[in-house]
Nanobody, 123 residues
């Protein structure tokens, strides 16, 4: 088992920045790949970014590429998402997920999820 807890969400104006954090406890953090997903009201949960166990592979959704940066600190059992140049369409609940997925963008491929943190971007 691994427990995940997101923090760092909030209300920000368009063009602003936020840094999300995900604290992991339980089983060895470094044994899992990690990802961020988000879910806007009335929409399906969607992939945002992935990071491999060592941190050397970090693909992004096209919608956030160049604006968001995923990172991890295995010594601290922490996952991060730095979000710059935020847009109103980035408004969603953001979730961190842990697993070793065959398909990086598939929510069903991740075994563990946090409760989510709300990000609201005003225009």
């Amino acid at each position: 088992q691994v427990q995940l807890a997101e923090s760092g969400g909030g209300l920000v104006q368009a063009g602003g920045s936020l840094r999300l954090s995900c604290a992991a406890s339980g089983r060895t953090f470094s044994s899992f790949a990690m990802a961020w997903f988000r879910q806007a009201p009335g929409k399906a949960r969607e992939f945002v970014a992935y990071i491999s166990r060592s941190g050397d592979f970090t693909p992004y959704a096209d919608s956030v590429k160049g604006r968001f940066t995923i990172s991890r600190d295995n010594a601290k059992n922490m996952l991060y998402l730095q979000m710059n140049g935020l847009k109103p369409e980035d408004t969603a609940v953001y979730y961190c997920a842990a697993g070793n997925p065959d398909t990086l963008t598939n929510t069903r491929a991740y075994a563990y999820w946090g409760q989510g943190t709300q990000v609201t971007v005003s225009s």
